[in-house]
T-cell receptor, first 115, second 111 residues
Framework: KQEVTQIPAALSVPEGENLVLNCSFT??????LQWFRQDPGKGLTSLLL?????REQTSGRLNASLDKSSGRSTLYIAASQPGDSATYLC??????????????FGTGTRLQVFP | EAQVTQNPRYLITVTGKKLTVTCSQN?????MSWYRQDPGLGLRQIYY???????DKGDVPEGYKVSRKEKRNFPLILESPSPNQTSLYFC??????????FGQGTRLTVV
C-alpha cells in the first residue's frame, strides 16, 4: 500500500532563506507526483506536477525534483517570502482498480516565513 | 475562469438527516474525486470517477454515495450522516495527465 511521508511537519524561517521540503513514498510505481499549496480555510492549489518519466519541474522560485528509484521528491523554494507561508502537500498518483488513478497525499509541511 | 465549485461551503446538520454536497467543474475534465481532510490523517480519497457513469471507491467510501450523470457534476451524498463524518471535504477534477484542480472545500459538522 502506497504511503507518503513529508518531513518536516512544520518549518519556520526568516524571509530570504532558501529552503527544501521533503516528500518520500513507499511504492515507486507512480504515475506522477504533485506539489500543492493550501492556505488556511481554502482549497488546494497545484504548484508543480512531475510526470513519472521526468526528473524535475520549475515554476518561478519553485523547483521540484523526483527520484523514483529512491522514492523521494523535494520542493525547493528560493528566496522565501512571507507570502509563501502555507501548508505544502505532496501527492503521488498511483493506480487504483479499473485502471483509474488516485492521489495519495502526505500530511503536509506547515511553512511560516517571518519578516 | 477555470474552477471547481462546491456548495455549500459550510454545513451543520443532525445525525441521520440526508444531505448532498454539490461539485461542478467547467474545464471538461474526465476525472473527478472527493476527498476528506482530517487533522493528523491528511487528505483521503472517498470516491472517484473517470467519466460519466463510471465511479470507483477510494480509501474511505463507507457512508457515502456518489453519482456522475453529467461530465461537469459529481455530487457527494451522505444518506445518514454520523458525527464521525464531521470533516473538511474537497472535490477535485483533472484531465488524464494534468494537475488536479480543487474546490474551496466544504466544512461539514454533524451533531
Amino acid at each position: 500500500k502506497q504511503e507518503v511521508t513529508q518531513i518536516p511537519a512544520a518549518l519556520s524561517v526568516p524571509e530570504g532563506e532558501n529552503l527544501v521540503l521533503n516528500c518520500s513514498f513507499t511504492d515507486s510505481a507512480i504515475y506522477n507526483l504533485q506539489w500543492f499549496r493550501q492556505d488556511p480555510g481554502k482549497g488546494l492549489t497545484s504548484l508543480l506536477l512531475i510526470q513519472s518519466s521526468q526528473r524535475e519541474q520549475t515554476s518561478g522560485r519553485l523547483n521540484a525534483s523526483l527520484d523514483k528509484s529512491s522514492g523521494r521528491s523535494t520542493l525547493y523554494i528560493a528566496a522565501s517570502q512571507p507570502g509563501d507561508s502555507a501548508t505544502y502537500l505532496c501527492a503521488v498518483s498511483s493506480w487504483g482498480s479499473y485502471n483509474t488513478d488516485k492521489l495519495i497525499f502526505g500530511t503536509g509541511t506547515r511553512l511560516q516565513v517571518f519578516p | 475562469e477555470a474552477q471547481v465549485t462546491q456548495n455549500p461551503r459550510y454545513l451543520i446538520t443532525v445525525t441521520g438527516k440526508k444531505l448532498t454536497v454539490t461539485c461542478s467543474q467547467n474545464m471538461n475534465h474526465e476525472y473527478m474525486s472527493w476527498y476528506r481532510q482530517d487533522p493528523g490523517l491528511g487528505l483521503r480519497q472517498i470516491y472517484y470517477s473517470m467519466n460519466v457513469e463510471v465511479t470507483d471507491k477510494g480509501d474511505v467510501p463507507e457512508g457515502y454515495k456518489v453519482s456522475r450523470k453529467e461530465k461537469r457534476n459529481f455530487p457527494l451524498i451522505l444518506e445518514s450522516p454520523s458525527p464521525n463524518q464531521t470533516s473538511l471535504y474537497f472535490c477535485a477534477s483533472s484531465k488524464r495527465t494534468g494537475p488536479a484542480f480543487f474546490g474551496q472545500g466544504t466544512r461539514l459538522t454533524v451533531v
